[in-house]
């Protein structure tokens, strides 16, 4: 795939999650929720993974950027970002939610919808510290921000 199908930006504070709007609410029924059980991948400190949730963990009141994107299938390869991770979450609503981790709501955000229920994603995240390259979604002005660009397509 050479284009996401659909995107996303968001401007986040301090450490956030990411994940499904259902379970976000409390709404999962049958579905075991991973919110706030998440577990750091060895070597990856700056993000904590659980079954259908992921949790950024950035400084207090640090800027971050995230770009959602939404594939039909593996995205093609991008450029190398200082660090990456790759698995797979269970979403089941089909619908995914930024919460900041101090005082956020699920409903602070729009969700991004993934157009399809009770599905395994592969995920692919990418981050970059405190850089002043901005990209084109990013005002010029942005600099010692954390960029995050995460990837979904089916399993």
């Known amino acids: ?10 401007q986040m504070t301090g450490p956030f999650y ?13 579905v075991s929720s991973s919110w706030g059980q998440e577990v750091s991948p060895p070597g990856q400190e700056w993000l904590a993974v659980g079954a259908n949730s992921l949790l950024f963990q950035v400084w207090p009141k640090k800027t971050s950027y ?20 790759d698995g797979r979450l269970f979403l089941p609503s089909g619908l995914v939610v930024l919460v900041e ?4 709501e699920p409903d602070d955000y729009a969700p ?16 970059k510290f405190g850089k002043y390259d901005h990209g084109p979604d990013v005002p ?16």
């Open 101 to 104: 981790f101090e005082n956020g």
């Open 112 to 127: 991004f919808d993934l157009r399809a229920r009770d599905a395994h994603w592969r995920t692919r995240v990418h981050a």
């Open 66 to 85: 995230v770009r959602l994107d939404l594939w039909g299938g593996p995205p093609v390869a991008a450029d190398p970002w200082e660090l990456s991770w």
């Open 18 to 30: 990411l994940l499904d709007k259902e379970v976000a609410e409390g709404r999962h029924g049958e």
């Open 1 to 10: 795939m050479d284009e996401p199908v659909a995107s996303a930006l968001h």
């Open 140 to 155: 010029a002005e942005t600099y010692d921000v954390d960029f995050y660009r995460v990837w979904l397509w089916p399993e």
